[in-house]
């Protein structure tokens, strides 16, 4: 069984702070450019949708008269 080590743990701390400092500021490049190309997003009620899609819904966002707030905190938790 794998286990989790510091520096893996590190790294996806790391990786997720990265991500919501980026999407709290609007930096949609910046979070693009920390998915894999093949990434797939699985959403409650929705098909499953690659990178491009989820660029164009924050594109059309962030273009959008609308007043856009982004809150959120990460928890891992390990296994046994």
């Not at 997720?16 to 009620?45: N, P």
Request: glycine content about 8%; proline content about 1%; aromatic content about 8%.
């Amino acid at each position: 069984m794998w286990k989790m080590n510091m520096n893996d743990e590190q790294q996806i701390r790391q990786l997720t702070q990265r991500w919501m400092a980026a999407t709290k500021e609007g930096d949609i490049g910046t979070v693009l450019d920390l998915m894999t190309e093949d990434v797939v997003f699985l959403v409650v009620g929705q098909e499953p949708f690659g990178k491009d899609a989820f660029r164009k819904a924050a594109e059309a966002m962030r273009s959008s008269s609308a007043s856009v707030r982004y809150e959120g905190e990460s928890s891992m938790a390990a296994g046994a």
